[in-house]
């Protein structure tokens, strides 16, 4: 997640209104990252396309009530409520990755799917995976990747790469922030992190 918005005209934030912003989302986004939420449109057809599925997205909290995308060979463009923080023109949304494996533990594939949002104009891009039964019904979220900071300022990023099930876990492999990384730079230091599902929702186990 990128802390550096470009907002155009007289919405543009200062500094510290653009740090106040990410906090609130990190709050907005921490209520929400565990639990199931809305589902998309569950049906066999939308579990057998996730390129081609609708989503309700959060962009990892910058919009709490969430916005559809309906994906055209993965991707959308969804227009922004303007009149409202944050203020944005539109969101730019892109499956990046897609898993599949038994999750839930009932002997079918669920989808892992790794979404990113870019809301416009500005050069960001934030990160969230949504997790779908068999049947296309949402299970839930992994909690944001903010939670993983761990004492960097900035998130870790996804490898789209190694995001994968393994023995009923989610496994997504990811790059976080060194100490002299920079967002201009990018993360440089490899973690995987393993996640699994208690019923209610995604624990971190290692």
Do not use: K
Not at 14 to 19: D, E, S
Not at 74 to 88: F, H, I
């Amino acid at each position: 997640m990128s802390l550096s918005w470009t907002v155009p005209g007289p919405r543009r934030s200062t500094p510290a209104g653009l740090l106040a912003a990410s906090l609130a989302a990190c709050v907005l986004a921490g209520c929400a990252a565990t639990g199931g939420g809305a589902a998309t449109t569950g049906s066999p057809a939308a579990a057998s396309d996730r390129r081609a599925a609708t989503y309700r997205v959060t962009c990892d909290g910058i919009v709490p009530e969430g916005i559809p995308a309906t994906l055209t060979g993965g991707a959308a463009e969804v227009p922004a409520d303007g009149s409202r923080p944050p203020y944005y023109d539109h969101y730019e949304i892109r499956l990046a990755a897609e898993a599949r494996g038994d999750v839930d533990g009932d002997g079918e594939p669920d989808a892992v799917v790794l979404l990113q949002c870019s809301p416009q104009p500005s050069n960001g891009t934030l990160e969230e995976v949504q997790v779908f039964a068999a049947s296309g019904e949402r299970l839930g979220l992994l909690p944001s990747p903010r939670t993983l900071r761990e004492g960097t300022i900035l998130p870790p990023l996804y490898d789209p790469a190694g995001l994968s099930v393994q023995d009923g876990d989610i496994v997504a492999a990811m790059r976080a922030y060194a100490p002299e990384d920079s967002h201009a730079s990018g993360p440089s230091l490899p973690i995987t992190v393993r996640w699994h599902w208690d019923g209610r929702e995604f624990v971190r186990v290692s």
